[in-house]
C-alpha cells in the first residue's frame, strides 16, 4: 500500500491533485504518473510509468509604478507605447487582467509579495533615517520568498530595488541616517538575512538616496559623492560612478549574470528563483541614451519601453541557455502609475493626464493612481509564462493577489506552510493551469494611503469618500474636501465611528458591471456594504484571510477607518 506521500506523488502526477513534493538540491522529482482508474474510495488502481519532472525556476519580475494601460496586451487601444516583451509573456503564456497589488504604494506591496501576510498587520518597523535609510520593515525571524525557496533546495537572487528596509553600519552607533553611515562596512541586515544566496540591491527607489548599490551586504564603489536627480531632486549619499540613466542596464546585466551562473545548477537538478525588481518607470525618469526618442510619448514613453526591454533580456537570456521552457516568468507591477510622472522630468500635478491627449492612458479603463482606493492605483498588469504548465495565449479572469506568490511557490516546491505563514497568501497553481479553474481567491483587503479597501467577487467597498489620499499630486477626490462635502451630506458631524459604516462615508462598486467605479452604490445597498464590513473586520481579528486557526496580528489595534480627518469630529456646536 503506498504512502500518503506517494499518493499524492500518484495524484500529481496524474493532473489529479496539485500538491508537489519537495524537490532536494542536485535531485530532480520522481513524479509517477498514474494511467489507471480511481477506485471508488479514491485510491488508485495501479501505475504504469514513472517520469523526470525537474523543479521549475522562478523568475519574478516587478516593474515600479507601471500602470495597467502602460503594457499594450493590457491597455489595447488606450495604451501607444510599445510594449514587445511583456506581450510576449502575454502570448506565450497567461493574462491575468483581475490582478491586485494589496497597497496603491511600494513598500506595502513589497512587504506583502515577500511575506504574503497584509502589512498593516505587522508591529511598528525598527527605526531607521530617511527614503533609503530607512529601518527594517520584516522582523528578523520572519520568513520571506527567499527563505522558503531556500528551504525548498533553489539558489536564490534579489536583484533591483530592495525598499524593505535595512540595518546599516555607522560611524557613531547612532540610528542610519544620511551623515553617518560607515560605507566601508557591510549591512547588518538585509537580502541576506532574509534568504537570498545573491544580491545586488538600490536600498530604496531611483529618487531615494543614497545612489549606490550594495552587493551580498557589501557597499560597491566609493560613496563619496552627493547627487540628485530629476523629478523631486533629493540630493544626498551617492556612488561617485552612480548614474540614474545606468540602473536599468545594471540591474539586467546583473540579472543575466545570476541566470547564467544558476543555469550550470539547474542542469543537475538545483532550480533557481530570482526575484528582478525593477526601478522603473518609478520617477526619476531617466531613460539612457540607448531608449531616448523612442516614443512619441517623450520621456515617460521611452522609460516604458526600456522597463520591457530588462523582461526581454531575461526571455532572451532563458532562450539562449536553453531552460525556458521549465522556467516560470511573472511580469507585474508593484501597483499603479504615478500622477506626476510624465513627458516633464520633474515631478508635476497629474501630468500623467496630459498624455491622454495622445490616447493613451497608463491607469487603462480605470479610475485612480498611485497612492489612491480606486483601481487606477491597485490593479496591475500580470502575465506568467510557464510553457511546460500554463497554456500559451490564454486569458485568466480571476481575482489574485502579488501577496500570492508566497503560497503558489510553496504549492509548486510540495512545501507545506505553517499556520502562521503566509496568512494572506493563495496559491494561484489552479489557474496557472487552468484559467477557468474555480477561483481559489474570492475576497482581498486593499490599502491607500491611507484609506482601506475590500473587495469580495464584484463588489469592492472603499471606507473612506473619495480617493482615499491627500491628492498632492492628482488623485481626486483629494481626501479633505471629500470628507467636508460627506459631512455636509450627512447633516452635521458624525458623533461615533459606527456611524462612518454608511453613505455617504463610504464608497461601493460593482466591478462587473462599473469597472470604472462612477456609481457609489453604498446607499443602494447598505446590507451589502455592512457584509464587507463584517467581512474586513473579521479577517482583521483573525490575523489572516485564509483557512487556519486565528493568529491575532503584531498590532494592538488596527483602525478600520484609517485616514480620518481630526475636523470631521468636531461637535455640531463647534462647527457653526
Keep these: 500500500m503506498p504512502q500518503p506521500a506517494t499518493l499524492t506523488r500518484l495524484l500529481s502526477g496524474a493532473g489529479l491533485a496539485h500538491p508537489r513534493t519537495r524537490w532536494l538540491p542536485g535531485m530532480a522529482r520522481l513524479a509517477v504518473v498514474c494511467c489507471g482508474v480511481l477506485c471508488a474510495n479514491g485510491m488508485a488502481d495501479r501505475v504504469c510509468s514513472t517520469e523526470l519532472d525537474p523543479a521549475p525556476n522562478v523568475i519574478f519580475i516587478l516593474a515600479d509604478d507601471l500602470g495597467y494601460g502602460d503594457i499594450k496586451s493590457f491597455g489595447g487601444e488606450r495604451c501607444q507605447i510599445e510594449t514587445p516583451h511583456f506581450d510576449r509573456l502575454a502570448r506565450e503564456g497567461m493574462r491575468f487582467t483581475d490582478a491586485h497589488a494589496n497597497a496603491s504604494v511600494c513598500v506595502p506591496s513589497r512587504v506583502a509579495i515577500m511575506t504574503g501576510r497584509y502589512p498593516w498587520r505587522f508591529g511598528p518597523p525598527a527605526v531607521g533615517g530617511p527614503w533609503g535609510f530607512l529601518g527594517t520593515r520584516l522582523p528578523p525571524d520572519q520568513q520571506t520568498l527567499g527563505t522558503m525557496l531556500r528551504a525548498a533546495g533553489y539558489r536564490t537572487g534579489y536583484v533591483g530595488k530592495w525598499h524593505l528596509g535595512t540595518r546599516m553600519q555607522t560611524t557613531d552607533g547612532q540610528v542610519q541616517g544620511p551623515a553617518n553611515v560607515d560605507y566601508q562596512r557591510p549591512l547588518i541586515i538585509g537580502p541576506s538575512q532574509f534568504g537570498f544566496d545573491d544580491s545586488f540591491i538600490l536600498p530604496g527607489s531611483l529618487d531615494m538616496f543614497p545612489y549606490a548599490f550594495v552587493r551580498d551586504n557589501q557597499w560597491v564603489g566609493e560613496v563619496t559623492a552627493q547627487k540628485g536627480w530629476s523629478a523631486f531632486h533629493r540630493v544626498g549619499p551617492a556612488a561617485q560612478d552612480f548614474e540614474d540613466v545606468k540602473v536599468l542596464d545594471t540591474f539586467s546585466r546583473e540579472a543575466e549574470r545570476f541566470i547564467r551562473a544558476s543555469a550550470a545548477a539547474t542542469s543537475q537538478g538545483t532550480p533557481f528563483f530570482l526575484y528582478l525588481a525593477l526601478t522603473a518607470p518609478h520617477t526619476p525618469v531617466s531613460p539612457s541614451a540607448e531608449f531616448a526618442g523612442r516614443s512619441r510619448l517623450g520621456v515617460y514613453g521611452d522609460f516604458v519601453m526600456e522597463t520591457d526591454d530588462c523582461i526581454g533580456r531575461v526571455l532572451a537570456t532563458l532562450d539562449e541557455l536553453g531552460i525556458g521552457d521549465n522556467t516560470l516568468v511573472i511580469a507585474t507591477s508593484d501597483h499603479g502609475p504615478a500622477s506626476y510622472a510624465g513627458r516633464n522630468r520633474k515631478a508635476t500635478y497629474l501630468q500623467l493626464k496630459a498624455l491622454e491627449q495622445d490616447g493613451h492612458y497608463s491607469s487603462g479603463p480605470f479610475r485612480g493612481y498611485k497612492f489612491s482606493v480606486y483601481e487606477g492605483g491597485l490593479r496591475v498588469p500580470f502575465a506568467a509564462r510557464w510553457p511546460t504548465v500554463v497554456p500559451a495565449g490564454t486569458t485568466c479572469e480571476r481575482l489574485i493577489g502579488l501577496q500570492d506568490l508566497l503560497a503558489t511557490c510553496a504549492e509548486i516546491t510540495g512545501t507545506k ?20 479553474a474555480p477561483p481559489p481567491r474570492t475576497s482581498m483587503a486593499f490599502e491607500a494611503t491611507p484609506a482601506r479597501a475590500i473587495r469580495s467577487g464584484p463588489w469592492k467597498l472603499a471606507l473612506c469618500p473619495g480617493s482615499g489620499t491627500a491628492g498632492n499630486y492628482g488623485n481626486t477626490p483629494r481626501r479633505d474636501r471629500a470628507w467636508r462635502e460627506a459631512v455636509a451630506r450627512f447633516g452635521r458631524p458624525p458623533t461615533a465611528p459606527v456611524e462612518l459604516r454608511q453613505a455617504p462615508f ?14 457609489n452604490l453604498a446607499a443602494t445597498y447598505p446590507a451589502k456594504v455592512g457584509e464587507l464590513i463584517t467581512l474586513l473586520e473579521r479577517q482583521i481579528a483573525a490575523g489572516r484571510s485564509t483557512p487556519g486557526p486565528d493568529l491575532g496580528n503584531d498590532r494592538d489595534q488596527i483602525t478600520l477607518f484609517s485616514g480620518v480627518p481630526s475636523f470631521v469630529w468636531k461637535s455640531a456646536a463647534d462647527d457653526r
Excluded: K
Excluded at 506552510?417 to 477557468?436: F, K, N, W
Excluded at 463610504?506 to 456609481?519: I, M, S
Design 417 to 436: 506552510l505553517a499556520a502562521t505563514e503566509g496568512p494572506d497568501s493563495i496559491s494561484i497553481l489552479s489557474l496557472l493551469r487552468d484559467a477557468a
Design 506 to 519: 463610504v464608497q461601493l462598486f460593482n466591478l462587473e458591471d462599473d469597472p470604472g467605479e462612477t456609481n
